[in-house]
């Protein structure tokens, strides 16, 4: 039997765990060993996958600014190497530029590797996969973590003489490609000129795109902040869904009188951004403004997002840019996966993207790059500027609900998920049978078709809606609630935690 397990690192389609000691109750379960382990696990998927020997393959290794992350990455690379396996060390990198290592010529990569664990803190850490199909889905995590795990599996692996580790900036490369979109997309040499651009990179590894990416082409960058990268994130959490990190940005905007803020998590598969008024284009706005981008070029596609997407962006996203909405489920593999099957069924479908800021469009490999999103709103800024106009104006008519929350309530059952499904199967029941009250005037309906937990309008007395669903991975159930009238998210608060006082196994205190 297997010394290994590592199961509990799996994370969906990614690996995450504890990489540093010195959290107290997190002890440490993604170290050396267990990188190189998985280096020989993603060695054996790839030589599956692709028909070839080990001495065969190319991969690519990229890290984030992590203080963990140089000595896994070493591990990485030590142990895909001994295979004879050519091994490209890239340092620190973006995870959308080690995918871009599978197209760019010069890399040529079977397969990439991002030591990273986005903006989780700073003792953690991870492994994203990608090879040329792109992001390894979580059947293909959960076959890397067995193999792993098999001293079987590993010594069948033919060995060679072992193979030098090259070191590459492959950051130069995917800043190059990058600029030359800007340039083509306004057909112009320095497009940038004159404007004031507020890059937010938490210090994260998204630095690089004031310095190398909108510098160059002329924009004034200087009121950007954190963009040295610090695995100690010192400032605020590299994560545009951190309210501390959009105020970081926000400021900077107005205080430089900038006519763009952007902001990424660590790692730069996501992004959002600030107008020049200081107003956030976050959650449902950068759902918006994505869409909004390409809305001319391919009108009617089907735009598919996460489920806590607001009525109002439906409303944009149909009635102003005539455009599809599908919503379907959290988690930005399920949205790409989701888009990659409708067109695959014969339904356009251009852009797979999350509340989060994980946007993937189709004519960029479904890849979710937050510095190709923040590309192509660079693209429009420049744009609407030489007309006169300011970047708020995409998406002046998409209307905000007058209250948003979101509950995370606890689950206190070892068996979470049975207990999590009990609770939305009441839910469920309760709204497609019960009335909401003659004191509140309110019908409630149950929405369909719906693929993620269980979600309620409301309508008379204001119109609303909630969801309650279960966490993906943790004994959590996020209830998110949007009201078109303020005092509309307490009233349904409230018919909640009465419906739900006598459920011991869940925690409302947060209700």
Not at 91 to 106: C, E, K, N, Q, R
Not at 352 to 370: M, P, V
Not at 418 to 440: K, P, Q, Y
Request: hydrophobic content about 40%; overall charge negative.
């Amino acid at each position: 039997m297997s010394k290994y397990d590592f199961s509990s690192l799996q994370n969906g389609s990614d690996i995450r765990g504890v990489a540093l000691p010195g959290v107290s109750g997190e002890n440490v379960d993604l170290d050396t060993d267990a990188v190189g382990r998985l280096a020989s696990g993603f060695i054996y998927w790839l030589c599956a996958a692709l028909d070839k020997t080990p001495a065969q393959l190319t991969i690519t290794i990229g890290r984030d600014p992590r203080l963990s992350g140089q000595t896994l990455a070493h591990a990485f690379a030590e142990s895909a190497a001994s295979y004879g396996t050519r091994v490209i060390d890239c340092g620190l990198a973006s995870t959308p530029a080690m995918f871009m290592s599978t197209v760019f010529s010069d890399f040529s990569a079977d397969g990439a590797v991002m030591i990273t664990a986005s903006h989780l803190p700073f003792n953690r850490n991870g492994l994203k996969f990608f090879s040329a199909k792109g992001g390894l889905d979580k059947g293909d995590i959960t076959d890397i973590t067995v193999f792993a795990e098999s001293d079987y599996i590993i010594n069948t692996l033919d060995r060679s003489t072992p193979s030098e580790i090259i070191n590459r900036d492959i950051m130069a490369e995917y800043s190059a490609h990058l600029r030359q979109l800007i340039v083509d997309g306004t057909g112009k040499e320095k497009p940038l000129t004159g404007m004031r651009i507020a890059v937010d990179a938490g210090n994260g590894s998204g630095g690089f795109y004031a310095a190398q990416v909108l510098e160059p082409l002329g924009a004034d960058v200087s009121a950007s902040r954190y963009l040295e990268p610090d695995g100690n994130f010192p400032n605020h959490a590299p994560n545009p869904e951190n309210q501390e990190a959009m105020a970081a940005v926000t400021e900077a905007v107005l205080q430089g009188h900038c006519d763009l803020g952007l902001i990424f998590d660590t790692d730069v598969d996501r992004s959002s951004a600030v107008d020049e008024n200081g107003r956030e284009i976050n959650r449902n706005g950068i759902v918006a403004m994505a869409a909004a981008l390409i809305a001319d070029q391919y009108p009617g596609t089907t735009v598919v997002t996460d489920s806590i997407t607001s009525n109002e962006l439906t409303d944009y996203l149909e009635n102003r840019l005539h455009l599809r909405h599908m919503r379907f489920r959290r988690g930005y593999r399920n949205v790409i996966n989701k888009s990659i099957e409708l067109n695959n069924q014969g339904i356009d479908s251009q852009l797979a993207i999350e509340t989060s800021g994980h946007a993937a469009y189709r004519d960029n490999y479904f890849l979710d790059d937050g510095a190709f999103l923040a590309t192509r709103i660079v693209i429009r800024a420049a744009i609407l500027r030489s007309q006169g106009l300011p970047i708020s104006s995409v998406i002046a008519e998409l209307k905000e609900p007058a209250e948003a929350v979101e509950v995370r309530l606890p689950i206190r059952s070892d068996d979470f998920s049975s207990c999590g499904e009990h609770i939305l199967a009441r839910v469920r029941a309760w709204a497609s049978s019960a009335a909401a009250g003659s004191d509140h005037d309110l019908a409630l309906t149950v929405v369909e078709p719906n693929y993620e937990g269980v979600r309620v309008s409301f309508t008379g007395s204001f119109d609303g809606w909630f969801l309650l669903r279960k966490s993906l991975h943790d004994p959590i159930m996020p209830l998110n609630i949007e009201s078109e009238k303020t005092g509309g998210c307490a009233v349904i608060r409230l018919m909640l935690k009465q419906l739900l006082e006598d459920e011991s196994e869940l925690d409302l205190k947060n209700l």
